[in-house]
């Protein structure tokens, strides 16, 4: 594979990946076994079942290397690695029948890839890193359950690059940090190349999931996002007048001035880095989309126990949070936020199973599908940063950071999604992502504002708290202006005209009226009975099953129907009497 790639000298070099003979490596651990998955492994399963070539099915990052790094170290790091973290070399056993399945040892087939003549050098280590990282996520379907590592070298033998794919059965983003951590410290040091004192593993995480203390907590959290989901809009981003049919597309905002900003706030109200961000987020997402209190989904890493801190496996899991920001000042704001985060991270871990059966059960009760939007994943450390107490930024050099701030735009996945926010870095430079599953949906100039707006929110706090007026100032973003026919119901901003194609395509031949509401009940549908349909547990269910992908849609809150139609549907005091009324929610509907 050929690319061309700008390696920061004064001409281009093109990297060549030329793959030679691969170098085994063998592994030996301290045990072999099997048992049953741990629940962030069931989480990850279930929604692989449904998705087998999602995006992330396969994990694909460079690994640090230094400098003077030969094969013969890489590959005896990788057998340490693999000797020290069971799941690393664990098979998965997917389907009806859920296991994993440790090996006590075996070979892995470390790639090597030539970089052919010329000097090669800690310079070219991102260029080529990334060709590496593309090479793996061109076969990726070539990934079983153990890792596949590969490496550059260049002509004098040595080591400019290392790569490697793992499945996210095996790993989360917290556990390739591990990792990535220790692959480093081997490589740089081959006295701590031991596998060490016997570690928390997978299969210790699953025994201990089991036992009834466990099993209750997990019970807790079920509760808590039971509650959560009562009450989180379908889609918290609604926007009128839009399209579907765009491209995936994501933007980065990347901001010196925002990362110093992050720190001074951070000094004055002892909050980790990634509340203050969210808040700031939560403050710009309150302001557009005219929620006070939102409810949506963030990713916990679920590593708060002690044992769980060096652990390699597969934790992560979707939880939602609720941050109530009314009138909130900004300091006050970033405090909430921490706590709130916190308390949903604490409600984290569950059976996947379990939740996607709880979940069904709300969707038909509520009448909805869940979007999960807008999704926010930290991918900073969630602790105090108060370690910045002592750093202090000037506002002009706050203000002359701001003139390097910068968006990138780059395809991605697609996912079901709507929008989505991930945290990269808080050091230096604030990276912040904002994902668009469909641009004529949420359009490239929408996210951009969003994003910008988060940034003059933290600038503007950097030199003391706002109060609630200053911080909607700071928003150059007016709230979403919604026409006519838009209703609030439910917590859900819905669009009748979409709602009403919704009776149309999954009703027909009936003839079917949506109207806000009638008699003090919001979102009543009448209809005609048909062979098909003569009851509103039938009408439900077919609203139900044609819903998904329909961004401001409910299913209707109650259904009234009758034999004939009126001359003037749309007058609902001129329908006959009904044949049957009610909400249509009956669990064997």
């Given at each position: 594979?050929?690319?061309?790639?700008?390696?920061?000298?004064?001409?281009?070099?093109?990297?060549?990946?030329?793959?030679?003979?691969?170098?085994?490596?063998?592994?030996?651990?301290?045990?072999?076994?099997?048992?049953?998955?741990?629940?962030?492994?069931?989480?990850?399963?279930?929604?692989?079942?449904?998705?087998p070539d999602h995006a992330y099915a396969v994990l694909c990052v460079e690994l640090p290397v230094p400098d003077g790094v030969t094969t013969d170290d890489v590959a005896a790091t990788i057998a340490v690695l693999l000797a020290r973290h069971e799941s690393l070399r664990t098979h998965y056993a997917r389907g009806e029948h859920r296991r994993q399945v440790v090996a006590a040892?075996?070979?892995?087939?470390?790639?090597?890839?030539?970089?052919?003549?010329?000097?090669?050098?800690?310079?070219?280590?991102?260029?080529?890193?990334?060709?590496?990282?593309?090479?793996?996520?061109?076969?990726?379907?070539?990934?079983?359950?153990?890792?596949?590592?590969?490496?550059?070298?260049?002509?004098?033998?040595?080591?400019?690059?290392?790569?490697?794919?793992f499945s996210h059965m095996a790993v989360d983003l917290g556990a390739i940090e591990v990792v990535k951590r220790e692959f480093a410290e081997?490589?740089?040091?081959?006295?701590?190349?031991?596998?060490g004192p016997p570690r928390h593993q997978p299969l210790d995480q699953?025994?201990?999931?089991?036992?009834?203390?466990?099993?209750r907590r997990a019970e807790v959290a079920l509760a808590y996002l039971r509650d959560q989901s009562e009450r989180v809009p379908h889609n918290l981003y609604a926007l009128p007048g839009t399209r579907a049919g765009g491209e995936p597309v994501a933007v980065e905002l990347s901001s010196a001035a925002a990362a110093m900003a992050v720190r001074e706030?951070?000094?004055?109200?002892?909050?980790?880095?990634?509340?203050?961000?969210?808040?700031?987020l939560c403050a710009v997402l309150s302001r557009r989309t005219g929620y006070r209190e939102l409810v949506f989904p963030l990713l916990s890493s679920n590593r708060f126990d002690r044992r769980l801190a060096g652990y390699v496996g597969s934790l992560a899991q979707g939880t939602l949070v609720t941050v109530e920001v009314g009138d909130r000042g900004f300091d006050a704001l970033v405090k909430h936020t921490w706590t709130a985060v916190l308390e949903a991270s604490r409600h984290a871990g569950y059976d996947g199973a379990d939740r996607g059966a709880m979940s069904e059960r709300i969707e038909h009760e509520r009448g909805l599908k869940f979007l999960y939007d807008p999704l926010f994943n930290s991918l900073v450390p969630e602790s105090w940063s108060g370690i910045n107490a002592g750093v202090k930024h000037r506002p002009e050099q706050i203000a002359a950071a701001l003139r390097h701030t910068g968006l990138t735009w780059?395809?991605?996945?697609?996912?079901?999604?709507?929008?989505?926010?991930?945290?990269?870095?808080?050091?230096?430079?604030?990276?912040?992502?904002?994902?668009?599953?469909?641009?004529?949906?949420?359009?490239?100039?929408?996210?951009?504002?969003?994003?910008?707006?988060?940034?003059?929110?933290?600038?503007?706090?950097?030199?003391?708290?706002?109060?609630?007026?200053?911080?909607?100032?700071?928003?150059?973003?007016?709230?979403v202006e919604r026409p006519p026919g838009w209703v609030l119901v439910d917590g859900c901003w819905v669009d009748l005209a979409e709602v009403q194609r919704l009776l149309d395509d999954s009703l027909a031949p009936s003839v079917a009226r949506i109207f806000p509401a009638v008699d003090g009940r919001a979102l009543v549908a009448h209809l005609t009975a048909t062979d098909a349909v003569r009851t509103p547990e039938q009408a439900h269910a077919r609203c139900m099953a044609a819903l998904p992908d329909r961004l401001n849609a409910l299913a209707p809150r109650h259904y009234v129907v009758c034999a004939t139609a009126p001359a003037d549907p749309a007058d609902p005091a001129?329908?006959?009497?009904?044949l049957a009324a009610g909400a249509g929610r009956s669990a064997d509907a």
């Open positions: 594979m050929t690319t061309s790639v700008d390696t920061g000298r004064p001409r281009r070099r093109r990297v060549l990946l030329t793959p030679v003979d691969p170098v085994p490596v063998p592994f030996s651990g301290a045990r072999a076994g099997e048992g049953p998955l741990t629940l962030g492994q069931l989480n990850t399963a279930q929604w692989l079942e449904g998705m040892s075996g070979v892995l087939e470390l790639d090597v890839c030539s970089l052919g003549e010329g000097e090669w050098g800690p310079r070219d280590r991102p260029a080529v890193a990334g060709q590496l990282v593309a090479w793996l996520r061109e076969r990726r379907g070539t990934v079983t359950d153990l890792p596949r590592v590969v490496v550059a070298t260049g002509a004098d033998g040595a080591v400019v690059a290392c790569a490697a794919a081997m490589l740089a040091d081959p006295a701590r190349r031991e596998v699953a025994e201990l999931e089991a036992t009834p203390a466990e099993r706030v951070a000094a004055r109200t002892r909050a980790s880095r990634s509340a203050i961000v969210l808040a700031a780059r395809p991605v996945h697609r996912n079901g999604t709507p929008v989505r926010f991930g945290l990269n870095q808080v050091d230096g430079r604030l990276r912040l992502d904002a994902w668009s599953a469909d641009i004529g949906v949420v359009s490239r100039a929408e996210m951009e504002s969003v994003l910008l707006a988060v940034e003059a929110v933290l600038v503007g706090a950097a030199g003391g708290d706002l109060d609630a007026g200053q911080v909607r100032g700071l928003i150059a973003l007016d709230p001129a329908w006959p009497a009904p």
